[in-house]
């Protein structure tokens, strides 16, 4: 019998940056948008990925659509709807909304969410027709 070998492991490449990001959206400065008022983190020129957003739905929030990016909603407090290519959608806390490109939607009541856009959020890639 041959002895057994003992595996070592190799230890990762050290990297100048960490390879996660951290963001406390309590901290990040709202900004409007088409849906309400916004904290948005991630977003940087070098993050073409994913971007994160707490989003205060607004009562006049608009319509719209993206021709590359999903967005994915997650309601975390309130009740309200969302309208989905005309569609009326009843959501609550805890309920996921899956949005694909060419989708014309929006949130309505009093809602808090988050939105998380793939690709990350392009502004560009907001229509309103």
């Known amino acids: 019998m041959s002895p057994r070998r003992r ?6 490449k050290e990297d100048a940056s960490p390879r996660y990001l951290i963001a406390d959206l309590e901290k ?4 409007r948008c088409s849906c309400g008022l916004s904290r948005r983190a991630f ?18 929030s608009q319509a719209h659509y993206h021709r590359r990016t999903t967005e994915i ?15 009326r959608v009843p959501v609550k806390p805890m309920t996921a909304v899956f ?6 939607h929006r949130a309505v009541g009093k809602l808090r969410i988050v939105n998380i ?13």
């Not at 595996?7 to 990762?12: D, E, G, M």
């Open 73 to 87: 909603y997650l309601v975390v407090k309130g009740k309200g709807h969302m309208e989905l290519d005309g569609r």
């Open 7 to 12: 595996r070592t492991r190799r230890k990762p």
């Open 28 to 31: 990040v400065s709202p900004v």
């Open 43 to 60: 977003v940087s020129p070098d993050n073409p990925v994913a971007t994160v957003h707490m989003v205060d739905i607004a009562r006049d």
């Open 99 to 104: 949005i694909k490109p060419g989708c014309r």
């Open 117 to 129: 856009p793939v690709p990350a959020h392009d502004p560009s890639d907001e229509f309103f027709e």
